[in-house]
């Protein structure tokens, strides 16, 4: 009889743990829902932040990078060229450059200047800025030429815009 109880408080043990298994596997489930339910909410707030960054200050430029959101996500579909292009709009003082400005401030970013793609296939490439509007391209002083275009970011003034096509005039 000996091995008998032996053996039942085996089946026992496996039975218990078969069932905090199964709970455990639960509560996983329920962590992992909660969890991707977080993610999108962040997600969210990350398209919020980048679509308002604009129009942020200073201080509150650096509360968001404070909270070390990765804002180039929000920048998906972008190429690496178009990414770049995009944060130099971002980071510089005056939110508008010609397009010559914009990509020589590009070539300049590269360490190797070897990997910086060719004027024409930057503006190929920086095109998606345009098209979802985070750029706004204005015609430069020489119709025949895109080196003279104003470059600028979206919701930046557009007197600074006309002030600066005069000027090259």
């Known amino acids: 009889m000996n091995n008998n109880n032996v053996f039942d408080v085996l089946l026992q043990n496996i039975t218990e743990d078969q069932k905090l298994l199964k709970e455990a596997d639960e509560k996983i489930d329920q962590a992992k829902e909660d969890k991707q339910a977080i993610t999108d909410r962040i997600k969210g707030y990350r398209k919020d932040a980048t679509a308002m960054i604009k129009y942020a200050s200073e201080e509150q430029i650096e509360k968001i990078k404070a909270l070390d959101l990765d804002l180039s996500e929000s920048k998906?579909?972008?190429?690496?060229?178009?990414?770049?292009?995009?944060?130099?709009?971002?980071?510089?003082?005056?939110?508008?450059?010609?397009?010559?400005?914009?990509?020589?401030?590009?070539v300049d970013s590269l360490d190797d200047t070897g990997k910086a793609v060719k004027y024409t296939a930057f503006n190929i490439k920086c095109r998606p800025l345009y098209n979802n509007q985070r750029l706004i391209r204005t015609k430069g002083s020489d119709p025949k030429s895109s080196r003279t275009d104003i470059i600028s970011l979206n919701g930046s003034s557009k007197a600074v815009i006309k002030k600066e096509s005069t000027e090259k005039k």
């Open 76 to 106: 998906q579909g972008l190429n690496s060229v178009a990414t770049t292009a995009f944060d130099i709009m971002m980071n510089t003082k005056k939110k508008s450059m010609t397009n010559d400005e914009l990509y020589q401030a590009y």
